[in-house]
């Protein structure tokens, strides 16, 4: 059904082969655009943005801001721990290491 196709990076104008394989994985994902960078200058790209999806800065595809941290106290063993969010209070909030879902139950 796919057969190798071959096309020219946006990037360096170098051809590159989009192969039958990558074009199944792409149509798997529901990607419906061919790539237009070879693999060296998409390995690039993705490296100047900080490894992909969730590099830092604010610009076009940037990642997300950054997260506010809340200091606590482990609910279980006393010490100090960083979480992603606001405790309320009512429930125990544990640190890193007690919450590994071994130690929960």
């Known amino acids: 059904m ?7 990076c ?3 104008a170098r051809p590159f082969t ?6 199944e994985f792409f149509a798997q994902k ?5 790539p ?13 943005r900080g ?3 969730s590099g830092s800065g604010g610009g076009f595809g940037g990642g ?7 200091t606590v106290t482990c609910s279980r063993c006393g010490n100090e721990a960083q979480v992603p969010f606001q405790p309320r209070g009512d429930r125990p909030v544990y640190c890193r290491d ?3 879902p071994a130690n929960r139950y």
Do not use: H, I, W
Request: hydrophobic content about 20%; some cysteine; glycine content about 10%.
């Open 64 to 70: 997300r801001p950054q997260r506010e941290m809340y």
């Open 10 to 12: 946006v990037d360096c």
């Open 2 to 8: 796919y057969q190798d196709e071959t096309l020219t």
């Open 18 to 23: 989009f192969s039958a394989g990558e074009q």
């Open 30 to 34: 529901g990607f419906t655009n061919k």
């Open 36 to 48: 237009s960078r070879c693999p060296d200058c998409r390995s690039a790209r993705k490296a100047q």
């Open 51 to 53: 490894g992909g999806g």
């Open 98 to 100: 007690c919450f590994q």
